[in-house]
């Protein structure tokens, strides 16, 4: 069984895409294992997204990130990693395909809609940085 960092955007949360994002997860099979609204910090955001640092991007990122809340969570799964990237579609909105849910929601590559773990290693380096172990429901 595999865990993943799952974010739903400020974009989504503020157009009210909570509900849709996380129940295609469920039909899908997936168990969310946490979860929680929060308002990224400057610090948080600069953590999270540490690899982007100095591309032309990068302000509008961690500028648009921390501009309201996001919906944070914890899912678990078989394949989740590799599965749940299928489920976002491309990171270009353009490109993601109709049926993914950037495909189905976005149109802007800087709107995005949702972050998802790119692989074991970030799954579990991001998992860290926003949750603690008692936050962690999977024993229930
Ligand atoms: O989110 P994902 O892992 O699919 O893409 P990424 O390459 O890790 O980029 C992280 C985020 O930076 C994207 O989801 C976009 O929100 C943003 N980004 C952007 O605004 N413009 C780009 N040219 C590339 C990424
Ligand atoms: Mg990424």
Known sequence: MERTFLMV???????GLIGSIIARFEAKGFK?????????????VKKHYFEHEGRPYYNDLTTFMTSGPVFAMVWEGNDIIKLSRFMMGSTDPEKATPGTIRGDYATRMNRNVIHGSDSAENAEREIRLFFEEEEFVSNK
Not at 9 to 15: I, S
Not at 32 to 44: C, F, R, T
């Open 9 to 15: 955007k400020p974009d989504a949360v503020r157009r």
């Open 32 to 44: 969310m294992i946490a979860g929680k609204l929060m308002i990224i910090s400057d610090e948080l």
